[in-house]
């Protein structure tokens, strides 16, 4: 049961506001905003997703850059709470196209309206983009992509020339000028990976947390039949659906678990690994996965610090790009915590090293280093010299570190799934639908023990 919904800004501007029940007093959101902004318990850094303050519980999403809460006075399940909040920001990005602060006040008459029915009385009705169509009788306003926010998906894929980023920030219920829609299908298959190396170089652990992720603006909802890896096994039993792979099979791809969308059948997946599905409007998962099976990984990441002096010490860095030269990473940025008694810090980059940035947070000792862009094969290495307040009477390499690292890889999969081919039922008349296959590995957590 949600007593109030709202949406706010990076500076705290409330964009949504939605008051379900009456029980919750009405400067809630500033109340929220500035417990976040300015949180200080223990040794947390930033809010945790869920607090209580005065009685009041708070849940929070950041949703590309936004801010989406939901408040109650009720013990109420913290996982359901942020389901629902991902599928309101789902719903409201298939029906505005794009979902930015812009979009949100362009078009808060279609927002509220949304509210109204996916919610009443602080109770959930449906978060189905289909069926909300029933209900909803506002048109949504054109936003530019071009004025996209780099956070949204389009900006993954600018750039290339296969996958065109803009159309997919279309609505899902808007016509093209003319009445017209133009027939396209959109599948990403989005990799966020998780692996620890150790001091030396191991890897100590190694994880992918996958998804299929389909969006169609195709008329007529036609059955959409999409094909993976005919070596494809899933679990450690054997069997036609699941089994393991031998010494042999080195090119298979085993999956540890997955699940399908309710809309998914599963008629010829035992013997050709085919998916059928009549996909639903807006955006949805076609297929989770995991992946616990040893892989390479796209980066590796060497650090040492060592002191050279009573009151200094040295970071070395490196960062190795291991896949092919022709794939480009955005975004990379490294994060490595520095001993507590660091004051200052000199950064040394390698000559040439161009759209690279470096910075020390000296209000929680950390360093960063950004860079825009690397190709694959390539080595980037950074110099950090540290001047301590006091001298070191301990370890200062456990008072240093883990370095962590994020970035964004399009067009790379790590796990090797692939979707060998998308058909479409029935296809249109006039001319043959545009199908998009697009492949995405993130950093879900990059840890390197020093």
Not at 324 to 333: E, F, G, L, Q, R
Not at 406 to 414: A, G, K, L, S
């Amino acid at each position: 049961m949600i007593s109030q919904f709202f949406v706010l800004s990076q500076r705290g501007d409330n964009i949504v506001f939605r008051d379900y029940r009456g029980e919750v007093p009405k400067g809630s959101a500033e109340i929220f905003f500035r417990k976040v902004k300015f949180w200080e318990d223990g040794e947390l850094q930033e809010a945790p997703p869920v607090f209580n303050v005065d009685g009041v519980n708070y849940f929070h999403v950041k949703v590309v850059g936004l801010l989406f809460v939901a408040t109650t006075r009720v013990n109420i399940s913290p996982s359901f709470v942020f389901e629902l909040l991902q599928r309101i920001a789902r719903v409201i990005k298939d029906y505005l196209g794009i979902l930015n602060e812009d979009s949100l006040r362009k078009n808060f008459v279609l927002v509220y309206e949304l509210l109204d029915e996916v919610i009443d009385f602080g109770y959930v009705q449906t978060t189905s983009t289909e069926l909300l169509k029933s209900y909803i009788f506002n048109e949504p306003l054109v936003i530019d992509a071009a004025r996209l926010s780099p956070l949204g998906p389009a900006a993954i894929f600018s750039g290339t020339k296969r996958m065109p980023g803009i159309a997919v920030t279309k609505s899902v219920v808007a016509t093209e000028p003319g009445g017209r829609r133009r027939e396209e299908i959109f599948v990403d298959i989005i990799e966020k990976i998780s692996i620890t190396f150790s001091s030396s170089g191991y890897i100590l652990t190694s994880e992918i947390d996958g998804t299929i992720q389909m969006k169609s603006y195709l008329t007529g909802n036609p059955e959409i039949r999409l094909a993976l890896n005919e070596d494809l096994t899933i679990g450690g039993s054997q069997g036609p659906v699941s089994g393991y792979r031998s010494s042999s099979g080195s090119g298979a791809v085993i999956l540890d678990d997955c699940n399908f969308h309710e809309s998914v059948r599963l008629d010829s997946f035992d013997t050709n690994r085919t998916l059928s599905l009549i996909p639903p409007d807006g955006e949805f998962p076609v297929m989770n996965y995991r992946m616990t099976q040893a892989f390479k990984p796209p980066f590796r990441i060497n650090a040492l610090i060592e002191e050279t002096g009573s009151l200094k010490a040295e970071v070395y860095l490196k960062v190795s790009a291991e896949f092919a030269s022709s794939i480009t990473a955005n975004t990379v940025k490294v994060q490595m915590p520095l001993p507590k008694y660091t004051t200052r810090v000199s950064f040394e980059l390698e000559p040439g090293a161009n759209g690279q940035t470096t910075d020390f947070k000296e209000a929680n000792k950390r360093l960063e280093w950004s860079l825009k862009k690397i190709n694959g094969g390539s080595e980037h290495t950074l110099r950090a010299k540290l001047t301590f307040s006091q001298e070191s009477h301990g370890n200062i390499t456990k008072e240093s570190g883990p370095v962590s690292m994020t970035f964004t890889i399009p067009m790379y999969n790590v796990s090797q799934l692939q979707v060998k081919y998308l058909q479409i039922g029935k296809k249109s008349g006039t001319h043959e639908p545009y199908r998009w296959v697009r492949y995405v590995t993130q950093a879900n957590s990059y840890v390197a023990r020093i």
